[in-house]
């Protein structure tokens, strides 16, 4: 299943991109809409996602000390997404 967060970026830059015909513009506006009168993108998985990914981000930051890292790596341990 697809991260509904970068689904919802995609659609965005989708509208926003000059490029992109009206009719596709329509389309990934009217797909956005739906998302989020839907609650996808507040739901349970689109939390632990965008948790998941931040804890990922700090193990590779070089400005994170190595006890956040270390806490990083539980949290993603524990979440099995290591």
Not at 21 to 39: C, I, N, T, W
């Amino acid at each position: 299943m697809s991260n509904p967060g970068n689904v919802a970026r995609g659609l965005k830059a989708a509208i926003s991109n000059p490029n992109n015909s009206e009719e596709a513009k329509e389309r990934a506006a009217e797909r956005l809409q739906e998302m989020e009168s839907s609650g996808e993108l507040n739901s349970r998985e689109a939390h632990e996602d965008n948790v998941a990914i931040g804890h990922k981000a700090a193990l590779r930051n070089p400005n994170v000390s190595e006890e956040a890292k270390e806490h990083s790596a539980q949290v993603l341990d524990e979440m099995g997404r290591s």
